[in-house]
């Protein structure tokens, strides 16, 4: 079966950085778009990077020049590399397909606060 397992977050203070990890299992991963969305408390999921299958990749305003996606294709995995981080990053972090979605992982908690 498909799992999406999310690793990495935490509690770090404005302008620190973490680097999210997810483990695909169940699909092809390789040939999938894939993207890393968020729910902060009281907002819907939001897709917040996204990588094509051939490695081009795209960012909400939010989080350009910031974060960065990329995947490791042999691994299976999705990262995402969060710098500069803001207290309205905080939120789960979440991966999954870009167009198809699968079941949802449990995410993963990142913090920003002093």
């Known amino acids: 079966q498909v799992q999406l397992v999310e690793s990495g977050g935490g509690h770090v203070q404005p302008g620190g950085s973490l680097r999210l990890s997810c483990a695909v299992s169940g699909i092809s991963f390789s040939i999938n778009d894939m993207g890393w969305y968020r729910q902060a408390p009281g907002k819907e999921r939001e897709l917040v990077a996204s990588?094509?299958?051939?490695?081009?990749?795209s960012y909400s305003e939010s989080v350009k020049g910031r974060f960065t996606i990329s995947r490791d294709n042999a691994k299976n995995t999705l990262y995402l590399q969060m710098n500069s981080l803001k207290p309205e990053d905080t939120a789960v972090y979440y991966c999954?397909?870009?167009?198809?979605?699968?079941?949802w992982g449990q995410g993963t908690q990142v913090t920003v606060s002093s």
């Open positions: 990588i094509s299958n051939g490695g081009i990749s």
């Open positions: 999954n397909g870009k167009y198809t979605l699968y079941y």
